[in-house]
């Protein structure tokens, strides 16, 4: 009987993976290497994308030399719930930003640049929950968020933790060669 690939049971089905190698086999890709005590799937580098259930990507990950085990996984998972749950919050504490949440929650299109400014006003918001969503949000919306850097940088200086840690995220993935001093 042929081996599977066998996931805990907990691993919700947002976590995407080639087990079969499927996506390696249809493009051709070369220099397979096998994981998993050399008793996983052929892969040239193990990657995972995470999908919300909306259908965007919200996390992708991917290692040259080595597996992507379900312990790296699924504290991605549980972040992105507690970004989730972080911005979705942030109507209940400010009405106004009803519309920048719907669209920081939205695939990355024209509109997106649209919750920048009120996503950065919220940054200096007096409730931490609030600057922490807004930064949250940022993070999320990043790709297009160029404009939120300064407000970003000055948000590294915060007094909660979180709110620097998911500001620093954020303009991470604004600028992946941006250096960030401590």
């Known amino acids: 009987m042929e081996k599977r690939w066998a996931w805990p049971a907990q691993v919700p089905p947002e976590v995407l993976f080639d087990p079969l190698a499927t996506v390696s086999a249809t493009y051709g890709v070369a220099f397979q290497t096998r994981f998993r005590n050399n008793q996983g799937p052929w892969s040239s580098r193990p990657a995972i994308f995470v999908i919300d259930r909306d259908g965007i990507i919200r996390y992708t990950d991917s290692q040259p030399n080595q597996d992507l085990r379900e312990d790296k996984i699924l504290p991605v998972l549980d972040e992105i719930e507690?970004?989730?749950?972080?911005?979705?919050?942030?109507?209940?504490?400010?009405?106004?930003?009803?519309?920048?949440?719907?669209?920081?929650?939205?695939?990355?299109?024209?509109?997106?640049?649209?919750?920048?400014?009120?996503?950065?006003?919220?940054?200096?918001?007096?409730?931490?929950?609030?600057?922490?969503?807004?930064?949250?949000?940022?993070?999320?919306?990043?790709?297009?968020?160029?404009?939120?850097?300064?407000?970003?940088?000055?948000?590294?200086?915060?007094?909660?933790?979180?709110?620097?840690?998911?500001?620093?995220?954020?303009?991470?993935?604004?600028?992946?060669?941006?250096?960030?001093?401590?």
């Open 82 to 182: 507690a970004q989730r749950l972080l911005i979705t919050s942030l109507p209940d504490k400010d009405p106004t930003l009803r519309e920048p949440v719907r669209i920081a929650l939205a695939p990355l299109g024209a509109q997106t640049k649209a919750a920048i400014p009120a996503l950065t006003k919220a940054l200096k918001h007096k409730d931490r929950q609030t600057r922490a969503g807004a930064a949250a949000a940022l993070y999320w919306i990043a790709p297009q968020a160029a404009d939120a850097v300064p407000a970003l940088v000055h948000a590294l200086q915060d007094p909660d933790s979180e709110v620097r840690r998911l500001s620093g995220l954020a303009l991470r993935r604004i600028d992946p060669s941006m250096k960030l001093q401590k």
